[in-house]
């Protein structure tokens, strides 16, 4: 099956720096890479939709300067959180749509747990 | 907008027992509906899905149909393991409105033996 790898699993910084999450494929190629955020006991919150070669599109709310994100090849896709405060700890999942698949083919990655302190 | 509701958890049960996870849904047009599981320290893996009504989703035994006139899309399996705790999302793309993926809240369910 289609393998999503997200790095690092857990992250831990300092307020104030920024944070890089890896989100690869491993056996596909994706065209469409999705990032999501997931606060305790509620739902996955799509925060973006990332093409390849392309700029990303943020969802209303999202600001596009603190979570950078760059689809730069079709298996790796990665979100930066930079100057990351405390409200920014959470859980970020990606997910990536496989090249010529149906639309409503997503495979997700493990997830990434942000702590902030 | 188009968005999911979902039973709020958690959902304890015993071993053998019968499942629901109940799931309802607005959205214009005609949504693909799935259920998705994420089992703990894992990703989200789907576990079933439907794209039209009346088609009923399969899995690891646990079914759920895609019903339009009660706009829901319940989980079911008729006797659930201890392997089955997880929390279970269900989830829809609307009709032609691009494919990233609209989430319940996800409902955790903890099955003892």
């Known amino acids: 099956g289609a393998v999503v790898s997200q790095h690092p699993s857990r992250v831990i910084c300092k307020s104030g720096t920024s944070v890089k999450i890896e989100c690869r494929s491993l056996?596909?190629?994706?065209?469409?890479m999705f990032w999501y955020r997931q606060f305790p006991k509620q739902s996955l919150m799509l925060m973006a939709t990332?093409?390849?070669?392309?700029?990303?599109?943020?969802e209303q709310g999202v600001e596009k300067d603190k979570f950078l994100i760059n689809h730069a090849s079709l298996t790796l896709s990665t979100l930066t959180v930079t100057s990351a405060h405390p409200e920014d700890s959470s859980f970020y999942i990606c997910?990536?749509?496989?090249?010529?698949?149906?639309?409503?083919?997503?495979?997700f990655g493990p997830g990434t747990r942000l702590t902030v302190l | 907008g188009d968005s999911v509701t979902q039973m709020e958890g958690p959902v304890t049960l015993s071993e053998e027992a019968f499942l629901t996870i109940n799931c309802t849904y607005t959205?214009?047009?005609?949504?693909?509906l799935f259920w998705y599981v994420q089992y703990p320290g894992e990703g989200l893996q789907l576990l079933l899905k439907?794209?039209?009504?009346?088609d009923k989703g399969s899995n690891k035994g646990f079914e759920a149909t895609y019903r339009k006139e009660t706009t829901s899309f319940h989980l079911e399996k008729g006797s659930v393991q201890v392997s089955d705790s997880a929390v279970y999302f269900c989830?829809?793309?609307?009709?032609?409105?691009?494919?990233?993926?609209?989430f319940g809240k996800g409902t955790t369910l903890s099955v003892s033996s």
């Open positions: 997910s990536a749509r496989r090249r010529a698949a149906g639309p409503d083919t997503q495979y």
């Open positions: 056996d596909f190629q994706a065209t469409t």
């Open positions: 990332s093409n390849e070669g392309s700029k990303a599109t943020y």
């Open positions: 959205a214009t047009g005609y949504p693909s």
């Open positions: 439907a794209t039209k009504a009346d």
């Open positions: 989830a829809l793309i609307p009709y032609q409105a691009g494919t990233a993926l609209i």
